[in-house]
C-alpha cells in the first residue's frame, strides 16, 4: 500500500490547476462514479485533480491505482478494495478499469460488499456499461469527458475565463455574447489553431509533436482498445485503418457502402458494425436523415470524422466545408451528450439546410458569403458562418457554437 501512496504522491506533482469543464459537475458524494471518455482527452488528469482535492491536508483516505500497474495482473481488485477500506479508506479512484478481466463483477462487489467505499473509475468511450457482466446500471453514474470545446480551449490557452452558453442564449444573443468575446481576442486565428490542434489536452504539452502523439493515439485505439473491448480480430484491423483512411480523405463524404466494403474486404454487415465501432470510439460521427424509420438502424447517410484534428493528422487534403461541418456536428453532439436519449436525434441531416438540430432548429453552415437561399422560408433557421468574427439577425459565427460546453 505505501508504494501506491508513493506513486499517487509523485503523479499529483505533475499535475496542473486548470481544469476540464466536467471537474465541477461531477456529484463527489455519490458512491459509485464512472468518467468514459476517449483516449487523449484527459480522465486519468481530471481523476489525479479529484485525488488531489481528497487528498488536501496530507490525509491517506484517498488512493489512486491504474490497471495497467503489474500488481494487477496477480492480485484481486475486489480484495485490494477490501484491504484499502480496512486501512481507514474512503475513496478508491481506479484508473483504465476495462483492463481488468470482469472489472464490472468487481466494482459491483465493491459497491455491495464495501457500503463505506466510494469508488471512481475511469474507461474507453467503447465500453457499453449496460453490458457487462456486473450490473452497474443501477450503482454506477456515468459522465462522458469529450475533447476540448473551443470556449476551453481559448480559457486554457489565453487564460480567460469565459462560461459555456446555452444553444437558446446563443441563438438569441450571438451578437453581444461574440463582440464581448472578441473585444480582446483575434478569434478567427484561434479557432484556426484549434481545429488544427487543439481538441486534445496534450497539446499544452507543446505542439511540435502533437500530430504525432495523434497519430499514436488513433493508432492505439484500433489496435489495442478496440480488439480488447470490442472483440474485434486483430487481422481485421488494416482493413479498419483503411476504411478510417478512406473516410478522411473522400470529401463531405455520404457513404456508398458497397463500394467502401469492395474497397476495404470488409462484408457489408461487418462494415455497418465496424461504423459504430468507430463512432463509440470517438473517431467517428455518423449521421442519418431525419424521419427515417426504420433505416436509422442501418446505412447513415453521412459520414464525419469526430474532429478536425483527426482530419489533420490523418491526411493534408482539406476541406474547408467538411471542417466546418464536422466541427458543428462535434461541438453540438458533445454539449448535449450528458443526458443522451434512446436514439441521438441532437444533429440530423435534413433535405433543406445542412442540419436539423434538437428537432427543433434548421441550420446551414458555410462560408461569410453564405445566403438564406437554401433556408429561406423555413422557421427558426438560421446560417452559422465561418471567417466572421461577429453576426447579424440570423447569421451566427461558426465559432460561437464551440461556447456550448
Sequence with gaps: MEGFFAEQTRLIRTVGNKKRYL???IDRDLRCIGILGARGTG?????LQMVKEHSAGGNDRALYVSIDSPYFQAHDLFEFARTFHQHGGEVLFIDEVHKYPDWSVHIKSIYDGLPGLRVVFTGSSLLKIAKQKGDLSR???I????????REYINFTRHTAFPPFSLEDILKDHQVLATDICRDLKILRFFKQYLQSGYYPFFLEGENYYRLRLREVINHILEVDLPYISGIEIRQIAKIKKLLYMLAITLQFAPNIVKLSEATEISRPKLYEYLEHLQDAKLLNLLRRRGRGYAILTKPDKIYLENGNLMYAITEDMNAGTLRELFFVNQLRNAFSNHPALIDATVELTDRGDFYVKSVYTFEIGGKAETYDQIKDIS?????????ETGFGNKIPLWLFGFLY
Excluded: P
Design 23 to 25: 471537474y465541477d459537475t
Design 143 to 150: 459522465y462522458h469527458l469529450h475533447g476540448m470545446s473551443f
Design 139 to 141: 450503482r454506477a453514474v
Design 43 to 47: 480522465k486519468t488528469t481530471l481523476m
Design 380 to 388: 427558426n433557421s438560421f446560417i452559422a458562418a465561418d471567417d466572421i
